[in-house]
């Protein structure tokens, strides 16, 4: 799970009902045998209050399945899950998701993770993916940019595998900088961009001429001044 | 004749008696020449020989015969003839030759004419014309055409030099050439022209690099401009005519290319001293000349360019150095001198323009070019935009210090804004020129309001209405001021127990026309408080929907100074006033009372005591009498202050406001450049990253030149502001969000 941008000050979204059984046809009764163990598994994190899986709930799954709420394959699931709120699943997001992925139990939830992170590096979900990890992160009502803070640790989560010496470099500048407190989404799509099309870590092909956001003209000049 | 077939050997006998009648003639023997019985005796040996059946049509042998007849001929008496001689004799022969030639083919061609109409169209042969000069080709042009040429381009080396030669002989020489082309020009162009035009080269280069060095720039035009009517007239008097543009072309790369700048860079005589000089003749000659040339007059623009930049920079230089050298006793008089420098420096070459370069586009361009560099330079820190307005507020000054006409003022003020166009920051000058033009307004008397409407519509027609509306305002706002004023006076007139008892004037400012001004608290003597209460109970019959903020910083009060030597009438500014009007009651005052009363900060009250204790005049005296003020000094109203003028003017201590209309006008500047980007994107709907910048700096360009940096930031706030938005696909495409 990315780090959480700031402390829960807002409600949690409303959450559908929990049987939700109205004017849907007739399914099958494996289909319905398969729902129910995904709702079983629901409840089993689920904040009853809420009727949805908050972000304690959420460590609790993490460490039943073995990883660190902090890893990646977390931010994956969420994107699977085209969960809407950072920290949160609602009913609807837990049932199309666990279906989208084929699975009804934990086990299962287990070993799709790792067909998960398989499936998010095709270069169709990738860059869906990436602006999604972003989007996540817009905890506040009407939030546009994220802090550079937390723009450091999500790019290291998110990037720092596939681009390691560009993402170290990256990070280190955007602590020094001192003209963006924040990274808005544009400049956001263009990191992805800038590791995808400049050769590293010479920088020969870059132009600042060209539509990059400032912020990667104002870093390729620190870059190469630091190797002047 | 009969029906009988002629026999080959017996038909060819007659062709060789004419054959043998033709040469004589040719070689000048006494000979009649041919009847029109022979000719046609010939002819119709030929027609029957031609029209037998076979195996008596003899077409071929006769085609065979005919170019025997004239290989032999020139074999035997044309060739040897040329063997033995040289020179001009030699080329003399040739021709004599050639013309002789020409003449035997053409007697035989008509005499053999048959087969021209049969035979060569059936066996796809050449005509008898044609074989008729490739004979002369083959056998004696491939074996002297060598020669010739050299011969040729002697000759031609030889007029070069100043001697005389034979035209005519040259002329027929060379048509030679061209004939053996046989229709084409590959001939002369391979076997002469080519090596005319390297050896043409050679010779002018030799010469260039000679009177480069020893001529000067006008000699050395003169002499230019001689060589190429020469080789013009040379063309036409014996070259072909094809060869008169690759010919000129090189001679002018040699003389006029290749040492240009060496030529109007001379140190004596180069275009710079033509310009001293006021040589019009020779520079009209030099835009000639180079007229001709393709890209000739770019290379003559440059230096132009050049030499404008060196001017005007020394002009700059000067006003630097006379500055920073002695303290000058008019603060801003070396900028004055520069302006003006600058303005006659515009006159002259724009006068160069017209009646030497013919006002072509590269060197107005290149005047352009020129003064933008010089005119954008800071000078003792002060921005040429500043200088500029400096220089427009002087004039506006009551005709500044010169008293001069208004003609001379209209025209100065029309060159004033003309040089504009080449500072990049206008809008710095707008800045600028707007607080010098509130203080003109506001307390300078003698203003002219034709003047000042006269300059800003000028303002306005060349640089757009946002340079100008404010201040059209302000100018407006002065003149309504006064007829305010009257009925104001009007409605005291009406309303007499509300008079306060004084003489008092409001201007009425609209917000947002004029500069900001800072505003003070400040606590009123109780004469001024009445006056204020007395103006807003008018102003409210006016109007009900404005708010009046008073800025009594800018008003001038005039006080009577009861002195004892005599009574002074003293004008000061309100704030001096509120001063001065408190020893009325009190007759000594510390700074603290003072601050308590008047409810100033430290540093304005600071200032203005200064004036009216520390300075030319020491209307108040103060203990101790030191050079500054403390704020623990005390002030008494010094009775014995006398001067020898009845009226007096203190002034306050001038600002220095250059730094707060920098940053004014920087704070400013991304608000326009959103803007213009706002209303771009919203015409085009999707452009590219490139343009985008491209149309914000051309929209921009009349007011100030934004970098790249500071349109990308814009860019980037818009996109957050969602009025803009990146494309998906194509990142350099950016999209207008409605």
Same mark, same amino acid.
């Given at each position: 799970?990315?780090?959480?941008?700031?402390?829960?000050?807002?409600?949690?979204?409303?959450?559908?009902?929990?049987?939700?059984?109205?004017?849907?046809?007739?399914?099958?009764?494996?289909?319905?045998?398969?729902?129910?163990?995904?709702?079983?598994?629901?409840?089993?994190?689920?904040?009853?209050?809420?009727?949805?899986?908050?972000?304690?709930?959420?460590?609790?799954?993490?460490?039943?399945?073995?990883?660190?709420?902090?890893?990646?394959?977390?931010?994956?699931?969420?994107?699977?899950?085209?969960?809407?709120?950072?920290?949160?699943?609602?009913?609807?997001?837990?049932?199309?998701?666990?279906?989208?992925?084929?699975?009804?139990?934990?086990?299962?939830?287990?070993?799709?993770?790792?067909?998960?992170?398989?499936?998010?590096?095709?270069?169709?979900?990738?860059?869906?993916?990436?602006?999604?990890?972003?989007?996540?992160?817009?905890?506040?009502?009407?939030?546009?940019?994220?802090?550079?803070?937390?723009?450091?640790?999500?790019?290291?989560?998110?990037?720092?595998?596939?681009?390691?010496?560009?993402?170290?470099?990256?990070?280190?500048?955007?602590?020094?900088?001192?003209?963006?407190?924040?990274?808005?989404?544009?400049?956001?799509?263009?990191?992805?961009?800038?590791?995808?099309?400049?050769?590293?870590?010479?920088?020969?092909?870059?132009?600042?001429?060209?539509?990059?956001?400032?912020?990667?003209?104002?870093?390729?000049?620190?870059?190469?001044?630091?190797?002047? | 004749?009969?029906?009988?077939?002629?026999?080959?050997?017996?038909?060819?006998?007659?062709?060789?008696?004419?054959?043998?009648?033709?040469?004589?003639?040719?070689?000048?023997?006494?000979?009649?020449?041919?009847?029109?019985?022979?000719?046609?005796?010939?002819?119709?040996?030929?027609?029957?020989?031609?029209?037998?059946?076979?195996?008596?049509?003899?077409?071929?042998?006769?085609?065979?015969?005919?170019?025997?007849?004239?290989?032999?001929?020139?074999?035997?008496?044309?060739?040897?003839?040329?063997?033995?001689?040289?020179?001009?004799?030699?080329?003399?022969?040739?021709?004599?030759?050639?013309?002789?030639?020409?003449?035997?083919?053409?007697?035989?061609?008509?005499?053999?004419?048959?087969?021209?109409?049969?035979?060569?169209?059936?066996?796809?042969?050449?005509?008898?014309?044609?074989?008729?000069?490739?004979?002369?080709?083959?056998?004696?042009?491939?074996?002297?055409?060598?020669?010739?040429?050299?011969?040729?381009?002697?000759?031609?080396?030889?007029?070069?030099?100043?001697?005389?030669?034979?035209?005519?002989?040259?002329?027929?020489?060379?048509?030679?050439?061209?004939?053996?082309?046989?229709?084409?020009?590959?001939?002369?162009?391979?076997?002469?022209?080519?090596?005319?035009?390297?050896?043409?080269?050679?010779?002018?280069?030799?010469?260039?690099?000679?009177?480069?060095?020893?001529?000067?720039?006008?000699?050395?035009?003169?002499?230019?401009?001689?060589?190429?009517?020469?080789?013009?007239?040379?063309?036409?008097?014996?070259?072909?005519?094809?060869?008169?543009?690759?010919?000129?072309?090189?001679?002018?790369?040699?003389?006029?290319?290749?040492?240009?700048?060496?030529?109007?860079?001379?140190?004596?005589?180069?275009?710079?001293?033509?310009?001293?000089?006021?040589?019009?003749?020779?520079?009209?000659?030099?835009?000639?000349?180079?007229?001709?040339?393709?890209?000739?007059?770019?290379?003559?623009?440059?230096?132009?360019?050049?030499?404008?930049?060196?001017?005007?920079?020394?002009?700059?230089?000067?006003?630097?150095?006379?500055?920073?050298?002695?303290?000058?006793?008019?603060?801003?008089?070396?900028?004055?001198?520069?302006?003006?420098?600058?303005?006659?420096?515009?006159?002259?070459?724009?006068?160069?323009?017209?009646?030497?370069?013919?006002?072509?586009?590269?060197?107005?361009?290149?005047?352009?070019?020129?003064?933008?560099?010089?005119?954008?330079?800071?000078?003792?820190?002060?921005?040429?935009?500043?200088?500029?307005?400096?220089?427009?507020?002087?004039?506006?000054?009551?005709?500044?210090?010169?008293?001069?006409?208004?003609?001379?003022?209209?025209?100065?003020?029309?060159?004033?804004?003309?040089?504009?166009?080449?500072?990049?920051?206008?809008?710095?000058?707008?800045?600028?020129?707007?607080?010098?033009?509130?203080?003109?307004?506001?307390?300078?008397?003698?203003?002219?309001?034709?003047?000042?409407?006269?300059?800003?519509?000028?303002?306005?027609?060349?640089?757009?209405?946002?340079?100008?509306?404010?201040?059209?305002?302000?100018?407006?706002?002065?003149?309504?001021?006064?007829?305010?004023?009257?009925?104001?006076?009007?409605?005291?007139?009406?309303?007499?127990?509300?008079?306060?008892?004084?003489?008092?004037?409001?201007?009425?400012?609209?917000?947002?026309?004029?500069?900001?001004?800072?505003?003070?608290?400040?606590?009123?003597?109780?004469?001024?408080?009445?006056?204020?209460?007395?103006?807003?109970?008018?102003?409210?019959?006016?109007?009900?929907?404005?708010?009046?903020?008073?800025?009594?910083?800018?008003?001038?009060?005039?006080?009577?100074?009861?002195?004892?030597?005599?009574?002074?009438?003293?004008?000061?500014?309100?704030?001096?006033?509120?001063?001065?009007?408190?020893?009325?009651?009190?007759?000594?005052?510390?700074?603290?009372?003072?601050?308590?009363?008047?409810?100033?900060?430290?540093?304005?009250?600071?200032?203005?005591?200064?004036?009216?204790?520390?300075?030319?005049?020491?209307?108040?005296?103060?203990?101790?009498?030191?050079?500054?003020?403390?704020?623990?000094?005390?002030?008494?109203?010094?009775?014995?202050?006398?001067?020898?003028?009845?009226?007096?003017?203190?002034?306050? *201590?001038?600002?220095?406001?250059? /730094? =707060?209309? &920098? @940053? +004014?006008?920087?704070?400013?500047?991304?608000?326009?450049? %959103?803007?213009?980007?706002?209303?771009?994107?919203?015409?085009?709907?999707?452009?590219?990253?490139?343009?985008?910048?491209?149309?914000?700096?051309?929209?921009?360009?009349?007011?100030?030149? *934004?970098?790249?940096?500071?349109? /990308? =930031?814009? &860019? @980037? +706030?818009?996109?957050?502001?969602?009025?803009?938005?990146? %494309?998906?696909?194509?990142?350099?495409?950016?999209?207008?969000?409605?």
């Amino acid at each position: 799970m990315p780090p959480r941008a700031s402390k829960r000050k807002s409600a949690p979204p409303n959450s559908s009902s929990v049987t939700s059984s109205d004017g849907r046809s007739v399914s099958s009764k494996a289909k319905i045998k398969g729902l129910e163990k995904i709702d079983r598994l629901f409840n089993t994190y689920a904040n009853s209050s809420f009727g949805m899986i908050d972000p304690e709930g959420i460590e609790a799954l993490c460490s039943d399945l073995g990883v660190d709420y902090t890893d990646v394959r977390i931010l994956m699931l969420a994107w699977k899950l085209k969960a809407e709120k950072q920290g949160y699943f609602t009913q609807d997001e837990w049932q199309t998701g666990l279906k989208a992925l084929g699975v009804d139990s934990l086990s299962k939830l287990k070993k799709a993770l790792s067909d998960l992170e398989k499936e998010v590096e095709k270069p169709s979900n990738y860059e869906d993916f990436y602006t999604y990890a972003f989007r996540y992160c817009l905890t506040e009502e009407k939030q546009k940019s994220v802090d550079i803070e937390s723009i450091c640790e999500l790019l290291n989560l998110v990037l720092g595998v596939q681009f390691r010496p560009q993402i170290d470099s990256l990070i280190e500048y955007l602590k020094v900088q001192n003209d963006y407190k924040v990274i808005n989404s544009d400049q956001w799509i263009n990191f992805l961009r800038f590791c995808k099309e400049i050769s590293f870590p010479d920088l020969e092909n870059y132009d600042a001429i060209q539509a990059w956001p400032l912020i990667l003209d104002n870093y390729v000049e620190w870059m190469r001044e630091k190797h002047s | 004749m009969g029906c009988e077939n002629i026999e080959f050997d017996q038909g060819w006998g007659e062709m060789e008696k004419g054959i043998e009648k033709l040469k004589r003639i040719l070689a000048g023997e006494k000979e009649t020449p041919f009847t029109s019985r022979e000719y046609m005796t010939l002819y119709t040996t030929i027609y029957n020989m031609c029209n037998q059946k076979a195996p008596h049509d003899y077409s071929e042998q006769l085609y065979d015969k005919y170019k025997k007849t004239l290989d032999e001929y020139i074999t035997s008496i044309v060739l040897p003839s040329l063997k033995d001689k040289h020179d001009e004799f030699m080329l003399r022969e040739l021709v004599e030759r050639w013309l002789n030639h020409k003449i035997m083919v053409k007697w035989l061609t008509r005499f053999f004419h048959y087969l021209d109409r049969y035979f060569i169209i059936q066996k796809s042969v050449p005509a008898l014309n044609e074989v008729g000069t490739t004979c002369f080709l083959n056998l004696v042009y491939e074996d002297v055409h060598p020669t010739i040429q050299d011969i040729v381009l002697s000759l031609i080396d030889k007029e070069r030099e100043g001697d005389q030669i034979d035209r005519a002989l040259l002329k027929n020489a060379l048509e030679i050439f061209v004939e053996m082309g046989l229709g084409q020009m590959n001939r002369y162009q391979d076997d002469f022209e080519a090596r005319f035009l390297q050896e043409t080269t050679n010779y002018y280069s030799r010469k260039a690099s000679k009177w480069i060095e020893e001529d000067s720039c006008p000699d050395y035009l003169l002499k230019s401009e001689e060589c190429l009517k020469k080789e013009v007239d040379r063309v036409s008097s014996y070259l072909h005519s094809s060869s008169e543009t690759k010919l000129i072309k090189k001679v002018q790369h040699e003389l006029l290319v290749v040492y240009v700048n060496q030529l109007l860079e001379k140190e004596d005589s180069g275009i710079k001293v033509l310009f001293r000089d006021d040589k019009v003749d020779d520079l009209s000659r030099t835009y000639r000349v180079y007229n001709k040339i393709s890209q000739g007059l770019d290379l003559v623009a440059n230096v132009f360019k050049q030499h404008v930049t060196i001017e005007g920079t020394a002009f700059v230089q000067q006003a630097e150095e006379a500055t920073s050298n002695q303290a000058s006793n008019t603060p801003g008089g070396h900028e004055q001198v520069l302006v003006k420098n600058i303005l006659e420096l515009h006159d002259n070459y724009m006068t160069y323009l017209n009646s030497c370069f013919q006002n072509h586009n590269l060197f107005q361009k290149a005047l352009k070019e020129a003064f933008e560099v010089f005119c954008n330079k800071t000078v003792n820190g002060s921005p040429s935009a500043e200088i500029l307005a400096s220089f427009a507020d002087h004039i506006l000054r009551k005709g500044g210090s010169e008293k001069l006409s208004d003609e001379v003022i209209e025209e100065t003020l029309e060159k004033v804004v003309k040089l504009l166009q080449y500072v990049i920051d206008k809008d710095v000058f707008a800045e600028f020129y707007r607080k010098k033009l509130a203080r003109r307004l506001l307390f300078d008397r003698g203003t002219n309001d034709d003047h000042e409407r006269s300059i800003l519509s000028k303002l306005k027609q060349q640089f757009g209405a946002p340079l100008t509306s404010k201040m059209e305002g302000m100018v407006t706002d002065v003149v309504l001021a006064k007829e305010h004023q009257s009925s104001f006076q009007e409605y005291l007139r009406n309303n007499p127990d509300v008079h306060p008892g004084l003489d008092f004037t409001v201007t009425v400012l609209t917000t947002g026309f004029w500069p900001s001004y800072k505003w003070f608290d400040l606590s009123l003597p109780s004469e001024m408080v009445k006056c204020v209460k007395v103006f807003k109970g008018f102003y409210e019959t006016k109007t009900k929907h404005r708010k009046l903020t008073w800025i009594f910083s800018l008003g001038t009060s005039h006080i009577n100074g009861k002195f004892e030597p005599k009574p002074i009438e003293l004008i000061v500014s309100t704030h001096q006033a509120a001063v001065l009007l408190l020893f009325n009651a009190s007759e000594r005052l510390s700074y603290s009372e003072i601050v308590a009363q008047l409810n100033l900060a430290h540093d304005d009250l600071i200032r203005l005591l200064h004036t009216l204790s520390c300075a030319k005049y020491k209307i108040l005296n103060k203990e101790p009498s030191s050079k500054s003020i403390s704020q623990s000094d005390s002030f008494k109203f010094n009775p014995n202050f006398t001067d020898k003028m009845r009226r007096i003017k203190v002034p306050l *201590p001038p600002v220095d406001e250059r /730094k =707060k209309v &920098i @940053e +004014d006008v920087d704070k400013d500047r991304p608000y326009a450049i %959103d803007a213009a980007i706002v209303r771009i994107m919203k015409s085009r709907k999707v452009i590219t990253h490139q343009q985008l910048i491209s149309e914000t700096i051309e929209q921009l360009s009349r007011m100030f030149k *934004p970098n790249i940096k500071a349109i /990308k =930031k814009r &860019i @980037e +706030d818009l996109i957050t502001r969602d009025y803009i938005e990146r %494309d998906r696909d194509n990142s350099h495409m950016f999209r207008y969000l409605a």
